[in-house]
């Protein structure tokens, strides 16, 4: 079991730590991921533990339905994810982690349609009130946009991964 993360979550959010161990724990979700590209996704974070604490955070939200928040920690954990990619397997110096949607195109530009996914993840993002004051999303048809946006964020690094050989056993 990942005890670093989850010691870190029990220090920092002890109700996350238990959700986790409840419902998230099993002999196949800890030791044995369910995919090639689960297992390129764990090299990718491994050693990373915010990107662990936003990966988990999203995943809890999915569950309870805040989609806000949701949208607020996978984008987090797609440019950390970004960021960590560039350094890990590209091998390319990067000081701070990328956000910005110019600065992320050139990670995903073999992949058809990343730019139109990263812009719209880009406006969510300045839409979204937990992270940008013009709080757009309060008053529009919110829900189909951000459950939209999460799963073509998750199918880009998914077809990022898909190809690339890194060292995992398998």
Request: aromatic share 10%.
């Amino acid at each position: 079991m990942h005890e670093d993360l989850l010691k870190t979550l029990r220090e920092t959010e002890p109700g996350l730590d238990a959700y986790i161990r409840m419902f998230c724990t099993s002999d196949r979700f800890v030791t044995s991921p369910a995919s090639d590209v689960d297992s390129k996704l764990i090299f990718v974070i491994s050693g990373d533990v915010p990107s662990m604490i936003q990966f988990a955070n999203q995943l809890y939200h999915k569950v309870t339905h805040n989609y806000f928040e949701q949208v607020s920690y996978i984008r987090a954990f797609f440019d950390r994810f970004s960021t960590l990619y560039k350094r890990k397997v590209l091998h390319k110096k990067q000081k701070s982690f990328l956000y910005k949607e110019n600065d992320l195109i050139p990670i995903y530009s073999s992949i058809d349609d990343s730019k139109k996914v990263l812009h719209k993840a880009e406006i969510l993002r300045q839409h979204n009130p937990l992270i940008h004051a013009s709080s757009e999303l309060i008053i529009d048809s919110y829900k189909k946009d951000i459950c939209e946006v999460i799963e073509s964020m998750a199918e880009l690094i998914s077809a990022l991964l898909k190809d690339t050989d890194l060292p995992i056993r398998k």
